[in-house]
């Protein structure tokens, strides 16, 4: 290339590069771009589900926990030495026994025989006591012969010998009582119904006096301990004792109790018969008593009777609250706030809860019959959130 060319090209290049610059400029002159405008925004509206408050009645249920234990259990004890003759069908580990049924049976001859023995010492001092009247008698006819009307001491009318022979009579009666009951005692009988938790003799066994024949406890109702907190109590009427009154058990609130088996539940109805006297002092609670009539009866379903010790899951119906708001327990927030529509918005509300269970919470006030209540779970639901109630 030569140097003319070369020149060239060093004034034609700028002018080029000009040229298109001014085109491009003039093309972006005549079509301006135009700025996009953001689509308007429309607000969601939130579906909920919510029903309408109305005041109602509401019972509360307590829910305890206790075991069963006998009315009464004790020691059976022989009162006379001996050896046993015979003892009961019914006297075993387990045995079902009806007040005042013999047991068992102590070896009686000797008893028989301090019976005999005794009867006739009482005829003897019976027989002297007559005798000893009769002199006392004979002495006051001698003294008036040959008193001369002088007054005659005791001793001289046998009055001390006729004390005596009294006395001898009435310890006469009092050792022939002795050796009857001792008689009566060789049966040993059952002080009430009931049932034997462990036989400790048997058949041909000597006992001495004080010996424990078998470990028993009575029949007739069975009890169960239930504790119950503070706030559990103010919605309980316990029928309490007082000072002065008989301890006859008071029918108080009914009580449906759960014993299990297994995998199978049985249903018992007791009512509430008294509180203890005290708090118990490791968690300040309170034990009411439940007592449940004849447990160990045949029941049509099949229930088995119950056992001492068995574990008992009751459920206690306590005093009914009037012209209350009972909502679902899941529509309530942190314990103490709900949620409400007004105006299709949603409104927090705090309410004061004045009892709950698994399923329910009761409120009493700041709320108002015919009010919409949310119930659709929220998570943390926005006061002024624009919601729409469905199947309203």
Known sequence: MNALTKQSLKVLLPLLVLAICVAAAFKINQNPSQAR???????????VDAVPLVRSAYTV??????????RTEGTLISQVAGTLTNVSR?????????????LAQIDDRDYVAAVTMT??????????????IARGKQAEVNWKRIGKGKQASELVLRKPQLAAAKAKVASAKASLDKAKLDLQRTEISAPYAGRIVDKKVDVGQFVSSNTELADIYAIDYVEVRLPLSPRQVEYLTIPEQYRGEDNTPAKGPDVAM??????????????????????????????????????????????????IGQFIEATIKANTLDEVFVIPRSALYQGKTVVLVENDLLVRRDVEVIWTDETSAVVNHNLSAGEWLVTTPLGS????????????
């Open 381 to 392: 639901p926005v006061s002024g959130t624009r919601v729409s109630i469905r199947s309203k």
């Open 258 to 307: 759960i014993a299990r088996q297994g995998r199978k539940e049985f249903m018992w109805e007791g009512f509430i018969s008294r509180a203890e006297s005290a708090l118990d002092s490791n968690n300040r609670q309170l034990y009411v008593v439940a007592q449940l009539n004849d447990p160990y009866r045949q029941r049509e379903d099949g229930a088995p009777p119950l056992k």
């Open 119 to 132: 009867e006739s010492d009482r005829i003897q001092a019976q027989f002297e006591l007559e005798e000893e």
């Open 61 to 70: 249920q307590l829910k305890a926990y206790g075991e069963v234990r006998p």
């Open 37 to 47: 405008k953001a689509p308007k925004t429309t607000q969601v509206v939130l579906n």
């Open 90 to 102: 019914r006297f075993q580990n387990g045995g079902f026994f009806e007040a005042g049924e013999p």
